[in-house]
């Protein structure tokens, strides 16, 4: 991989982890289109230094609220952060049984599935309309929709699935605030991150090569500077009911890459 190709999968990672398009999705396009040749060990560690890009710069963006979440847990109380701290566990809970059960069949989904992807973005599609019509609300996440955001994110583990599209649109369509959900979808995914991250540290799956190290770093930067941008980006959206332009994104990208699937 050239110092370019990391660039530019930074940036697709960066955006697409926060805009409601499929991060895992638009890279596996990118990697189709680009003629990814890395072999399945280099690719993991690339994609995990991306996600961990991305991770950080949602720490960076709600730095505050994390930082009054750790203070309020220290207080050891049944407090507002402690609750809410209990929700994002629970809405953890789908993905990571998801992810330990089914992690093999989740595999044979990526390395360059273009028809499961284009299929999948066109059920993003649906979800994201259907999220910009509903009515805004004042309401909180609740324990019970916490479970059923989580399953949703367990969801959009298939790519093609826009996992923040996904949460988002399952919250508003639970008449959670759209400002909360967003705040919600995005905090509720960073443990999730770095678990996967320990998990393939730990077990030895990812292969670092001393020559990767530039395009690894380059990769680094740009996602953990576009992905500061789209969070902010995509807060301000959700706020003013515009998820029916990447509905059209996601359908147009969808058919696109459902008609290379059947021609190539």
């Not at 609220?65 to 207080?75: M, R």
Request: one cysteine or more.
């Amino acid at each position: 991989m050239d110092i370019i190709e990391a660039i530019i999968l930074g940036i697709i990672q960066g955006l697409t982890e926060f805009l409601p398009v499929s991060s895992s999705g638009h890279l596996e396009l990118a990697k189709a289109i680009l003629g990814d040749t890395s072999v399945p060990e280099e690719s993991l560690t690339f994609t995990v230094v991306l996600h961990f890009a991305t991770a950080l710069s949602t720490l960076v963006i709600f730095r505050k609220e994390v930082f009054e979440i750790i203070k309020g847990l220290l207080q050891f109380k049944w407090n507002e952060e402690f609750q809410f701290s209990v929700k994002i566990i629970l809405s953890m809970i789908p993905a990571v049984v998801v992810g330990l059960l089914f992690e093999e069949q989740l595999e044979s989904f990526f390395g360059g599935k273009i028809l499961i992807v284009g299929a999948m973005l066109l059920v993003t599609a649906v979800l994201l309309l259907l999220a910009d019509k509903a009515k805004n609300t004042n309401k909180n996440v609740s324990f019970s929709s916490s479970v059923i955001i989580g399953i949703s994110q367990a969801i959009a583990m298939l790519p093609g699935i826009s996992r923040s599209g996904a949460t988002i649109s399952t919250s508003v369509l639970l008449g959670v605030d759209r400002t909360k959900a967003a705040r919600f979808s995005f905090l509720m995914v960073v443990p999730l991150i770095f678990g996967k991250i320990g998990k393939d540290v730990l077990s030895g799956d990812l292969n670092f090569q001393s020559s990767e190290t530039l395009p690894i770093a380059i990769g680094f930067i740009a996602a953990f500077l576009s992905g500061l941008l789209a969070c902010k980006w995509m807060i301000a959206l959700v706020k003013k009911s515009k998820l029916s332009y990447f509905s059209l994104y996601c359908a147009i990208v969808g058919v696109i890459a459902i008609g290379y699937a059947i021609m190539y």
